[in-house]
Nanobody, 121 residues
């Protein structure tokens, strides 16, 4: 019913920047929260940043002042601008959205397939 497609990952040197994008498509009546999570090898998936419709953004302490999340509601797209990247930011980054969808208009949580971000030292 709903698909999330991420793009923008890649390999970058420490101190560099990347911009991730995640576009939602399908049967979408409304999107509440959209956010980014990451999972490094051997670690649990963690919240990087999220933004709820009509409210301010929320960031993990480790990325505050370096990452910026934004939304384009008209395009059902969320972005993550990542600056001053560090090797410890290396992970698979996943997009997540809470979407009102389906023939019965119910809320569901959906994940993208993930995009690899690698920061070399």
């Amino acid at each position: 019913q709903v698909q999330l497609v991420e793009s923008g990952g890649g390999l970058v040197q420490a101190g560099g920047s990347l911009r991730l994008s995640c576009a939602a498509s399908g049967i979408i009546f409304s999107i509440n929260a959209m956010g980014w999570y990451r999972q490094a090898p051997g670690k649990q998936r963690e919240l990087v940043a999220d933004i709820i419709s009509g409210t301010s953004a929320n960031y993990a302490d480790s990325v505050k002042d370096r990452f910026t999340i934004s939304r384009d509601n008209a395009k059902n797209t969320v972005y993550l601008q990542m600056n001053s990247l560090k090797p410890e930011d290396t992970a698979v980054y996943y997009c997540k959205a809470t979407v009102l969808t389906g023939p019965f208009k119910s809320w569901g949580q959906y994940w993208g397939q993930g995009t690899q971000v690698t920061v070399s030292s």
